[in-house]
């Protein structure tokens, strides 16, 4: 990372969030971008039991009509 963009990021926070330049540069820089980059619980990746959830497919759907070789799936 180029200092630029360490100033800017100290310039961003000194703007956006308050904080003073020398208690910024006091602090664990990579621990507060982590932070400032933290996604909301409905932006970040999904499991795929969470993504089928959304569609009402459920283990035990899934799992029930796998093994009849319904809907959600065919035997090999």
Known sequence: MAI???DYNEQQVLQNLH???SQFE???FY????VLSA???EDRVKTG???LSEFGITKEIAT???KK???YGTSL
């Open 39 to 41: 996604l909301a619980p």
């Open 64 to 66: 029930t009509n796998y």
């Open 26 to 28: 006091e602090e664990d």
């Open 4 to 6: 630029q963009d360490f």
């Open 49 to 51: 039991r969470d993504f």
């Open 31 to 34: 621990r507060l971008n982590e």
């Open 69 to 71: 070789g319904g809907k």
């Open 19 to 21: 904080i003073m330049p």
